[in-house]
């Protein structure tokens, strides 16, 4: 029994320090290449940022826990086992903060549009410009349809970026607010799923550490 919980554990030490290098790679890559997360500011690289430190502290402990299990340490076990909680509380926490963060950008970017549309005045302001460009870069009309113009800019009508034919009418056209969160709520559900993952597969590791520390102290008493 001794010997099958201890093999356990060293597998599990190892797949700590591989899933430790397998996390700073991708995030590191990520955080290298830029991640598209379109016209919405998430203050993505932070996130990425703290899934690397997570990252590089599962190594460690993947290390310890390898140490602990080969010359049977009661209290380097221990401390592994503890540290694999502290990690995978750490991941869920990110993964937690990261969708806050995505609910409260989509907020202030719904107000951010609906400002926009009132204040929009061709050539006049940097509203305009922006608006333009969102609309023709995402082939998009309005926040949720080209009826929004008309809703929050009765003056102004639909602008010609939403292409109108001669009666002021746009064939269809997604709406703005789901077009341009796209490539931001794809970073989103990468990170989280992510970091998610991790906290799921370290809380089951946690659970066999628990097992092989139950066993190596049941084994000290012995001794004793």
């Not at 080209?146 to 102004?156: G, K, T």
């Not at 109108?164 to 997604?174: A, E, R, T």
Request: charged share 15%; with cysteine.
């Amino acid at each position: 029994m001794v010997h099958v919980v201890k093999s356990l554990s060293m597998g599990w030490s190892v797949f700590y320090v591989m899933l430790a290098f397998a996390i700073c790679a991708v995030s590191i890559s990520w955080h290298g290449d830029g991640v598209n997360t379109g016209s919405v500011d998430l203050g993505f690289a932070h996130f990425l940022e703290a899934i690397i430190v997570l990252g590089t502290v599962l190594a460690v402990v993947g290390f310890v826990g390898c140490i602990g299990s080969l010359n049977d340490s009661f209290y380097m076990t221990v401390a592994s086992t503890a540290m694999v909680l502290l990690v995978a509380l750490g991941f869920a926490i990110v993964s937690g903060l990261l969708s806050t963060q995505f609910i409260r950008a989509e907020g202030q970017l719904r107000m951010d549009m609906i400002e926009g549309i009132a204040k929009y005045s061709p050539g006049q302001n940097d509203t305009a410009v922006v608006w333009d460009e969102i609309q023709g870069n995402y082939n998009c009309c309005g926040i949720d349809t080209a009826d929004d113009w008309i809703r929050f800019s009765p003056l102004q009508g639909v602008p010609s970026s939403c292409r109108p034919d001669v009666f002021g009418k746009v064939s269809f056209l997604p709406g703005c607010f789901s077009e341009s969160l796209r490539p931001a709520r794809k970073a989103v559900e990468a990170g989280v799923c992510t970091t998610a993952v991790a906290a799921g597969v370290l809380l089951i590791g946690f659970l066999c550490n628990v097992l092989f520390c139950a066993v190596l102290k049941r084994t000290r008493n012995k001794e004793l």
